[in-house]
């Protein structure tokens, strides 16, 4: 088997994780309840990245800025499979239009941090960290 051909037929991995946020999360018998999360491919990361980034004028002159907050919502909302944050139902009980709004209404600051950060884990990027620090 050529180089190649291990990069594209990859070993199975595990693209989908629950992961438990905080203990307000809870069923009705008091059972934490997870949220079941998925990784983001590179091409998915990459749209999320060109639809978070704008253009501005700055001095008049015109700039791309790249929105961390707008992407980190959209990301949540790619990647959270269960529970469905951009259902008609999330977003009536939260009070918006826009699902984006959804994860600011459900989650506290540290809940959604959280979030994020095991989203880009478990998309390969916590092992970049940990390579780069060895």
């Given at each position: 088997m050529s180089r190649?051909?291990?990069?594209?037929?990859?070993?199975a991995s595990d693209l989908e994780k629950e992961v438990y946020?905080?203990?307000?999360?809870?069923?009705?018998?008091?059972?934490?309840?997870?949220?079941?999360?998925?990784?983001?491919?590179?091409?998915?990361s990459e749209q999320l990245?060109?639809?978070?980034?704008?253009?501005?004028?700055?001095?008049?002159e015109t700039a791309e800025k790249f929105d961390v907050d707008e992407y980190n919502h959209k990301l949540v909302l790619k990647a959270v499979v269960d529970p469905?944050?951009?259902?008609?139902?999330?977003?009536k009980q939260?009070?918006?239009?826009?699902?984006?709004?959804?994860?600011?209404r459900i989650f506290l600051a540290g809940e959604f941090t959280k979030l994020v950060k095991a989203i880009s884990d478990l998309s390969g990027?916590?092992?970049?960290?940990a390579d780069a620090k060895n």
């Open positions: 190649l051909s291990a990069f594209l037929n990859p070993k946020l905080s203990d307000r999360f809870v069923d009705d018998k008091g059972k934490p309840v997870p949220v079941k999360i998925r990784a983001l491919s590179q091409e998915e990245r060109k639809s978070s980034t704008h253009t501005v004028k700055i001095n008049g469905d944050l951009s259902s008609e139902e999330a977003c939260c009070g918006v239009l826009d699902p984006a709004m959804v994860p600011g990027f916590g092992d970049v960290e």
